[in-house]
């Protein structure tokens, strides 16, 4: 699975106030902690607080890429956000998030072709969340229909179903873990699948518990790519067991240490 | 219309583990065998480099072996009863640009030669030649553990490789290794888990994965060359994806498992297509490195790696 840590982000206070402390010793010993742990990109997001995300979304990422190569995933609803993080990237880049508005796609996808970024795109638009999972085929149908008829390779896309908190629509997470299966079926090569996992347990108890267990099921249904707290070590142990089970490694006593050493 | 060839493309490559060391890097050989280090399946040229050959390495032993077919004696003549002679005979006339000394002498059943005195072989031997060196014990596990650390320290920076360790008994062997500066064999028994898990603990101790060469332990034709040969291939598409831990390279041990075959011992031109067909088989599951006793059969199949590698 490729693994996205979630916890370079102003909506954490450590990370907020090393933005507007401007210390980027915080900043980057979060993102080697994170890939020491096993993440495959870093995801940035200045967070809510930033009073200006132009200034902090650069800063941030010329801070993480001093000390690692890793792709960033430039997380913000804000596309001239997104520009001003892709200009001084690096690093191979994630654009996160277009929505299925194609005035958003206007905008990001010429971005993304442009910085020959990838791209993520959540099954919402400007008509609100979806409710069931057909509504969220027909809105990744849409995605992936623009894609094509723009010349951007879906493979490239990774769509993600928007994951809302169990609490909040326990009767839709079925049908999210379903849609994970079935957006791999709308063409090929594929689109990719993503969740921003630790919106599932957003203010609800036994939070760890209940992102791992469903990280497990929707890695059984084809899942691609989580962000997620690399540094939650049994959520880190259930991915590559869930992994094992799969077949996608081989087997040994030490399969955890092994997959580590990877 | 033309065929278009559906090609792989493969992120990751298989260790290059490196046998011999040169004057220049603290040894004495005259030369060093480089193996492994390729990006693609067995001989699948066109989906990434495959930077170094097969090579084949001629079995000797510190003592004139005891039950080995009779054609395979005569093949060697009287040379084969002096161990010394013996290597002369593969060096200078077979071109041996390898050798694999097991110390079969120190076994208890075959003259239990202690550790001294198999270190001061190893010694003499390392002296006359400049040929580099796989070593490998009586396959006792208690005598073995015995000899090979001081054969370990008499052949000290000449990088040879060394075995063979298994997952009950790695440890003395891999720490003799990681201080005398040579590389291991790992051996598994036709078991892909425990070839992993051995890698592992053998890295554990300090041993970096490119010092790991695995026998996955073979059977020769008709006695179960397609078990090892489907595990070979199953670590291989593990490694080559990025399981590190499988990433080293093959040692198959042809001679010994082909010879045993009464099939080999039928006729004296069928032992050595045995040898031959178990060799080239292997081959193209990924063997790296073959370990053979006939010396028509190692010429068959060195012609066979030149054919092959052509292009």
């Not at chain 1, 840590?5 to 080697?32: F, H, P, T």
């Not at chain 1, 001003?84 to 990001?108: C, F, M, P, Q, R």
């Not at chain 2, 008499?154 to 040879?160: D, M, Q, T, V, W």
Request: charged share 25%; with cysteine; net charge negative.
């Amino acid at each position: 699975m490729f693994i996205i840590g979630e916890l370079i982000n102003g909506m954490y206070a450590d990370i907020q106030a090393a933005i507007s402390s401007r210390n980027k010793l915080i900043v980057q010993k979060c993102a080697l902690e994170q890939v020491a742990c096993g993440a495959s990109a870093l995801d940035v997001n200045c967070g809510p607080a930033s009073k200006n995300p132009l200034i902090d979304m650069p800063w941030l990422i010329e801070a993480v890429q001093e000390v690692t190569d890793k792709p960033l995933c430039l997380d913000s609803s804000k596309a001239e956000v997104i520009k001003a993080g892709l200009k001084v990237s690096k690093n191979k880049t994630i654009i996160n998030s277009t929505t299925a508005d194609e005035e958003k796609l206007d905008v990001l996808l010429p971005l993304a072709k442009q910085y020959n970024s990838q791209l993520v795109a959540i099954t919402i638009s400007k008509k609100g969340i979806p409710q069931n999972k057909d509504q969220r085929l027909e809105l990744a149908a849409n995605i992936v229909a623009y894609c094509q008829d723009n010349g951007f390779p879906v493979e490239d896309l990774y769509l993600d179903p928007i994951l809302l908190p169990v609490n909040v629509a326990q009767e839709q997470i079925k049908g999210i873990l379903e849609s994970i299966h079935e957006f791999k079926l709308l063409c090929d090569p594929s689109p990719k699948t993503i969740v921003g996992l630790s919106n599932l347990s957003q203010g609800i108890r036994l939070r760890s518990l209940i992102n791992r267990t469903f990280l497990t099921m929707s890695l059984a249904y084809g899942l691609d790519s989580a962000i997620l707290n690399p540094k939650d070590n049994e959520l880190m142990d259930a991915l590559i067991t869930a992994e094992l089970i799969l077949n996608k490694n081989i087997y040994c006593d030490s399969y955890l240490e092994a997959y580590r050493k990877k | 219309m033309e065929t278009q060839l559906a090609l792989e493309k493969w992120p990751h490559e298989i260790s290059t583990v490196i046998i011999g060391a040169k004057n220049e890097h603290g040894g004495s050989r005259s030369h060093s065998i480089e193996i492994g280090g390729q990006k693609s399946l067995p001989l699948l040229f066109k989906e990434g480099v495959i930077p170094n050959k097969p090579k084949i390495a001629f079995e000797v032993w510190d003592i004139a072996p005891v039950d080995w077919d009779s054609e395979l004696v005569s093949a060697y003549g009287k040379s084969i009863k002096d161990p010394f002679a013996w290597v002369d005979k593969c060096v200078n006339d077979f071109k041996a640009e390898l050798l694999c000394l097991k110390m079969q002498g120190a076994h208890p059943d075959s003259g239990d030669k202690g550790a001294e005195e198999s270190a001061k072989f190893v010694s003499e031997l390392l002296s006359r030649t400049g040929v580099p060196l796989i070593i490998i014990g009586c396959e006792n596990d208690v005598k073995d553990n015995l000899i090979m650390p001081l054969i370990s320290e008499a052949a000290k920076k000449e990088r040879c490789l060394i075995g063979c360790a298994v997952q009950d008994n790695y440890k003395t062997l891999a720490a003799s290794a990681l201080a005398d500066g040579h590389t291991i064999i790992a051996q598994s028994p036709i078991d892909i888990n425990i070839a992993k898990q051995l890698n592992i603990l053998i890295s554990d101790i300090g041993l970096a994965f490119e010092r790991i060469v695995m026998d996955p332990t073979i059977g020769s034709l008709g006695y179960g060359l397609e078990y090892a040969y489907s595990i070979m291939e199953r670590a291989r598409l593990a490694a080559l994806s990025g399981d590190k831990s499988l990433a080293s390279p093959f040692i198959c041990f042809v001679g010994q498992e082909a010879w045993k075959a009464k099939e080999a011992k039928a006729s004296a031109n069928q032992g050595i297509i045995w040898e031959v067909i178990t060799a080239s088989s292997l081959i193209q599951s990924g063997a790296d490195l073959l370990v053979m006793r006939h010396p028509k059969a190692i010429e068959k199949v060195n012609n066979f790696i030149e054919m092959l590698y052509k292009g």
